[in-house]
């Protein structure tokens, strides 16, 4: 069974900080890697999507790292803004019965503060 | 494009009340996904539908339902509703995994309660 797990649970840093979020999943058999951000009440924004033959994706000051033979990915976040405070999901996408499902993690809330 | 589009928003249902969420989508994507998030618990997936008249059971199936007669719509159905059923229900579409990009989209979501 696949299990994604997200460290740390919760995180608050001053604004300016770079910082790394991490996401770990047991079964390396995915077909992709996927990072979400939630507002507050919100849906999901899909922020990177990493192919599994990807090693990393880069959008902006947001770069995500992928690592499938040791079943880790990592979020890093340059020179953090109060508005990139938000819960951040990391989903990876497995084989399932007759096709594809998204496992999520159950997510790393980040807080910057002015 | 609209993308993903859910509808109620809202809604409060009493126990053994029955209804159907609804969720269109104007990507012609193959998969539709219907997930459910209870707090600090992350999205559970409930049923996926990998094309047209093809569904399957998630990770939390029990009282709920699913069809699919286009590739548009996946509507969700809730059968004699239970305080348990309480949470915030997404739906999510995506092209086939082996179609170059895979990006799943996501709805805004329905925040039900059950009383």
């Known amino acids: 069974k696949q299990e994604v797990t997200q460290i740390p649970a919760a995180l608050s840093v001053p604004e300016g900080e770079n910082l790394v979020l991490n996401c770990s999943f047991t079964d390396s058999a995915i077909y992709n890697l996927q990072w979400f951000r939630q507002d507050p009440g919100k849906g999901l924004t899909s922020l990177l999507l990493?192919?599994?033959?990807?090693r990393e994706q880069t959008s902006g000051r947001l770069n995500a790292s992928l690592d499938k033979s040791s079943g880790r990915s990592t979020l890093y976040i340059a020179a953090s803004q109060p508005g990139d405070s938000a819960t951040y999901l990391c989903?990876?996408?497995?084989?399932?019965?007759?096709?594809?499902?998204?496992?999520f993690g159950k997510g790393t809330s980040l807080l910057v503060t002015p | 494009n609209a993308g993903v589009t859910q509808t109620p928003k809202f809604r409060i249902l009493k126990i053994g009340q029955s209804m159907t969420l609804q969720c269109a989508q104007d990507m012609n994507h193959n998969y539709m996904y219907w997930y459910r998030q209870d707090p600090g618990m992350g999205l559970k997936l409930i049923y996926y539908s990998v094309g047209a008249g093809i569904t399957d059971k998630g990770e939390v199936p029990n009282g709920y339902n699913v069809s699919r007669s286009t590739t548009e719509d996946f509507p969700l159905r809730l059968e004699l509703a239970a305080p348990s059923q309480t949470s915030v229900y997404f739906c999510?579409?995506?092209?086939?995994?082996?179609?170059?990009?895979?990006?799943?989209?996501f709805g805004q979501g329905t925040r039900l309660t059950v009383v």
């Open positions: 999510a579409s995506s092209p086939i995994p082996w179609e170059g990009n895979t990006e799943a989209f």
């Open positions: 990493i192919q599994s033959s990807q």
């Open positions: 989903a990876v996408n497995r084989p399932k019965g007759s096709g594809y499902a998204l496992n």
